[in-house]
């Protein structure tokens, strides 16, 4: 089964995400539009300020709720547990859909910020790239684990940490692709990203054998 | 008689809990009732004869030939449903269609639509359907049903089908379970679990009886009501009638309880009342002895 159908007997229909994403892309671009039609100091700054923060956690968030609920189908605790480890070939979907959902989570983000970028010049999307790299790393560091706390942590890194940072930056001086974002800082991010992507694959196998 | 699934030393240990090692066969072409209390072990067992937990140890054999539960063949074939919270809690039915269409191959979806009319629940068709969390819990247990009889399978597997269900419903259930061994025509087989059977009485042709994890008692229904004897009595001979009871109790104006037809006539002698057992009865006097002798 291909990958994204693998996704689509873990998620059954796949329009609440893209309902989030297009949600989060919307508002972005009614920002937008409204900072070009009402270029008051007032009205600039607050858009601003206030679009790295949202492009972070809307963003980052809608893009990682896929992956989630994957991981979420190898908790016990979870309703649905039992229905998906009696599917046919069950590892086999979970470990296809963990692929589907990180990749998809990837292209959301490229996709927004290849948008946003092109239509408003906003170069500070690409901390919300970098941040969005990263916490889909963190995510799939810790998502075979039992702790919510620690499948919670990278919404709140997105959440409270990068978006509270991106607003910071973009206050200051604007943002800038300085070199040392471009050079070091996002590849970084990506490291993290393929790296924690490859982890929770490899891992796959031995989480969905382990119980309780 | 043939099998559809054979156990031999199937164990599955927790750290304060142990299932088995269980012996047992299931007979093919009928309805297997698993009966016992809340923590007997009916669910673990359900659970590992599915493959949603593995065994500890020992063997299970399924439809006379395959060994593995894992394998893509054998679950097509099995029809499990759990008792309670079995799909997604933000699912509505057009994901349990899209899911289930996928995922097996022989899922009718036209089929569910129609089963989830027929029980009275949303399907995918219905205007504003509800999610899984916001449903009752008899309703949950409606669609999971729905789910179940419109995939093609060879036997079906489910734990606690009627607890959330309301009497009338699990009286449909019945006869749909019924339904489903006659189009079967002696090759498909039913292992239910239930810790109330009197409402899925006539659902039951086999009954297996569970406690703390062990067997204590199976066989046909049929054989098994021939095998025992309700007795009723005077209180006043209640203290020689109850050394001959494998349970019993005793009020102000009689003495009720169950033992081996073996004994019949041994009973005669008080004057007490025989009747044969209802597959209630049986639970309940199997299950008081296995506690009280624990």
Same mark, same amino acid.
């Given at each position: 089964?291909?990958?994204?159908?693998?996704?689509?007997?873990?998620?059954?229909?796949?329009?609440?995400?893209?309902?989030?994403?297009?949600?989060?892309?919307?508002?972005?671009?009614?920002?937008?539009?409204?900072?070009?039609?009402?270029?008051?100091?007032?009205?600039?700054?607050?858009?601003?300020?206030?679009?790295?923060?949202?492009?972070?956690?809307?963003?980052?968030?809608?893009?990682?709720?896929?992956?989630?609920?994957?991981?979420?189908?190898?908790?016990?605790?979870?309703?649905?547990?039992?229905?998906?480890?009696?599917?046919?070939?069950?590892?086999?979907?979970?470990?296809?859909?963990?692929?589907?959902?990180?990749?998809?989570?990837?292209?959301?983000?490229?996709?927004?910020?290849?948008?946003?970028?092109?239509?408003?010049?906003?170069?500070?999307?690409?901390?919300?790239?970098?941040?969005?790299?990263?916490?889909?790393?963190?995510?799939?560091?810790?998502?075979?684990?039992?702790?919510?706390?620690?499948?919670?942590?990278?919404?709140?890194?997105?959440?409270?940490?990068?978006?509270?940072?991106?607003?910071?930056?973009?206050?200051?001086?604007?943002?800038?692709?300085?070199?040392?974002?471009?050079?070091?800082?996002?590849?970084?991010?990506?490291?993290?990203?393929?790296?924690?992507?490859?982890?929770?694959?490899?891992?796959?196998?031995?989480?969905?054998?382990?119980?309780? | 008689?043939?099998?559809?699934?054979?156990?031999?030393?199937?164990?599955?240990?927790?750290?304060?809990?142990?299932?088995?090692?269980?012996?047992?066969?299931?007979?093919?072409?009928?309805?297997?009732?698993?009966?016992?209390?809340?923590?007997?072990?009916?669910?673990?067992?359900?659970?590992?004869?599915?493959?949603?937990?593995?065994?500890?140890?020992?063997?299970?054999?399924?439809?006379?030939?395959?060994?593995?539960?894992?394998?893509?063949?054998?679950?097509?074939?099995?029809?499990?449903?759990?008792? @309670?919270?079995?799909?997604?809690?933000?699912?509505?039915?057009?994901?349990?269609?899209?899911?289930?269409?996928?995922?097996?191959?022989?899922?009718?979806? *036209?089929?569910?639509?129609?089963?989830?009319?027929?029980?009275?629940?949303?399907? *995918?068709?219905?205007?504003?359907?509800?999610?899984?969390?916001? @449903?009752?819990?008899?309703?949950?247990?409606?669609?999971?049903?729905?789910?179940?009889?419109?995939?093609?399978?060879?036997?079906?597997?489910?734990?606690?089908?009627?607890?959330?269900? $309301?009497?009338?419903?699990?009286?449909?259930?019945? $006869?749909?379970?019924?339904?489903?061994?006659?189009?079967?025509?002696?090759?498909?087989?039913?292992?239910?679990?239930?810790?109330?059977?009197?409402?899925?009485?006539?659902?039951?042709?086999?009954?297996?009886?569970?406690?703390?994890?062990?067997?204590?008692?199976?066989?046909?229904?049929?054989?098994?009501?021939?095998?025992?004897?309700?007795?009723?009595?005077?209180?006043?001979?209640?203290?020689?009638?109850?050394?001959?009871?494998?349970?019993?109790?005793?009020?102000?104006?009689?003495?009720?309880?169950?033992?081996?037809?073996?004994?019949?006539?041994?009973?005669?002698?008080?004057?007490?009342?025989?009747?044969?057992?209802?597959? @209630? @009865?049986?639970?309940?006097?199997?299950?008081?002895?296995?506690?009280?002798?624990?």
């Amino acid at each position: 089964m291909s990958l994204f159908k693998s996704f689509r007997v873990m998620a059954g229909t796949i329009k609440q995400y893209v309902i989030l994403f297009a949600t989060a892309v919307g508002v972005t671009a009614a920002l937008g539009i409204v900072r070009m039609l009402a270029p008051k100091e007032i009205v600039v700054g607050f858009i601003d300020g206030f679009v790295p923060f949202f492009a972070t956690i809307s963003v980052t968030v809608s893009c990682m709720i896929g992956s989630m609920g994957v991981f979420n189908a190898n908790n016990p605790l979870a309703v649905g547990y039992k229905y998906y480890h009696s599917l046919p070939n069950a590892y086999e979907l979970f470990r296809k859909a963990l692929i589907f959902s990180d990749i998809f989570a990837i292209a959301l983000l490229v996709l927004y910020s290849a948008v946003v970028v092109a239509l408003f010049g906003w170069m500070q999307v690409f901390f919300a790239l970098g941040a969005g790299a990263f916490c889909i790393g963190l995510l799939n560091f810790f998502g075979h684990g039992r702790s919510p706390f620690a499948k919670m942590m990278p919404f709140v890194v997105a959440g409270g940490f990068a978006g509270g940072f991106a607003t910071g930056i973009s206050e200051e001086n604007g943002f800038e692709l300085t070199p040392l974002f471009i050079k070091i800082i996002l590849p970084v991010a990506a490291v993290i990203c393929v790296s924690g992507i490859a982890f929770a694959v490899l891992r796959a196998k031995k989480a969905w054998e382990r119980e309780g | 008689m043939e099998n559809i699934l054979t156990a031999k030393g199937l164990t599955k240990a927790y750290p304060k809990f142990t299932l088995g090692e269980l012996d047992f066969e299931i007979p093919k072409g009928f309805s297997t009732a698993l009966i016992g209390a809340n923590g007997a072990g009916k669910t673990t067992l359900i659970d590992v004869l599915c493959g949603v937990i593995h065994k500890t140890a020992g063997d299970v054999t399924y439809f006379g030939t395959e060994k593995d539960i894992d394998r893509e063949e054998v679950r097509e074939q099995i029809g499990y449903c759990a008792s @309670q919270g079995f799909f997604p809690a933000a699912w509505k039915p057009k994901d349990i269609a899209i899911s289930m269409e996928l995922a097996y191959k022989g899922f009718d979806r *036209e089929l569910f639509n129609k089963l989830c009319e027929e029980m009275e629940v949303d399907n *995918e068709f219905s205007r504003k359907p509800v999610n899984m969390l916001k @449903q009752s819990d008899g309703n949950r247990m409606r669609l999971a049903l729905a789910a179940v009889f419109a995939r093609k399978t060879d036997m079906l597997i489910l734990d606690e089908p009627g607890s959330s269900l $309301d009497p009338l419903m699990r009286d449909r259930l019945c $006869d749909r379970l019924r339904d489903y061994l006659d189009e079967g025509n002696g090759e498909k087989s039913i292992l239910f679990s239930t810790h109330n059977i009197a409402d899925m009485e006539n659902a039951a042709d086999y009954a297996i009886f569970m406690d703390k994890g062990k067997m204590i008692e199976r066989g046909f229904v049929e054989d098994l009501k021939d095998k025992y004897i309700i007795v009723r009595g005077e209180p006043a001979d209640y203290d020689k009638a109850k050394a001959l009871m494998l349970s019993h109790n005793v009020n102000r104006t009689t003495f009720e309880g169950l033992a081996l037809a073996e004994n019949a006539r041994a009973f005669e002698e008080l004057s007490a009342v025989r009747e044969r057992p209802t597959l @209630q @009865q049986l639970s309940v006097g199997l299950l008081k002895h296995a506690e009280e002798n624990r």
